[in-house]
C-alpha cells in the first residue's frame, strides 16, 4: 500500500494539473488502484486516500475530476450502501453535467 500511494498521488497532480483528458484515462484503473491500495494499508494510507476521495469530490470537471459515477463507484465500494445515483445527481446539480 505505501508503494501504491505515491502513485495515486501522482495520478491525481496529472489530473488536476495536466487534465487534457486523464480523468477519463484513469477512471478505469483508479478503482482497482484505489481499492487494493484501501485494503492493503494502514490506518494512516485509508486517512490518506478518504481524504483524496473527499477533495475529488469537491473538484469541478475542468479542473480535472474524476467522472461522477467513478467517484460514486469508489464510494460504493467502500459503502455498499452508498447510492451511486443520488451522488451523481448531486454532483451533477452542484457543478453542472460535465462535457463528454
Same mark, same amino acid.
Not at 15 to 18: A, G, T
Not at 70 to 80: N, Q, T
Given at each position: 500500500a505505501d508503494c501504491k500511494l505515491p502513485i495515486i498521488y501522482l &495520478?491525481?497532480?496529472i &489530473?488536476?494539473?495536466?487534465r487534457a483528458g486523464y480523468p477519463r @484515462?484513469?477512471?478505469?484503473? @483508479?478503482?482497482? *488502484?484505489?481499492m487494493d491500495?484501501?485494503?492493503?494499508?494502514?490506518?494512516?494510507?485509508?486517512?490518506s486516500l478518504n481524504k483524496l476521495l473527499a477533495n475529488w469530490a469537491k473538484r469541478r470537471p475542468e479542473h480535472g475530476a474524476l467522472p461522477f459515477p467513478? *467517484?460514486?463507484? @469508489?464510494?460504493?465500494? *467502500?459503502?455498499?450502501r452508498f447510492d451511486v445515483d443520488r451522488f451523481v445527481r448531486e454532483q451533477e446539480e452542484r457543478f453542472g453535467r460535465p462535457a463528454p
Open positions: &495520478m491525481d497532480s &489530473m488536476f494539473n495536466v @484515462i484513469f477512471a478505469q484503473p @483508479i478503482v482497482s *488502484l484505489f491500495t484501501f485494503r492493503s494499508g494502514d490506518d494512516r494510507v485509508k486517512a467513478v *467517484l460514486g463507484e @469508489i464510494h460504493r465500494k *467502500l459503502d455498499p
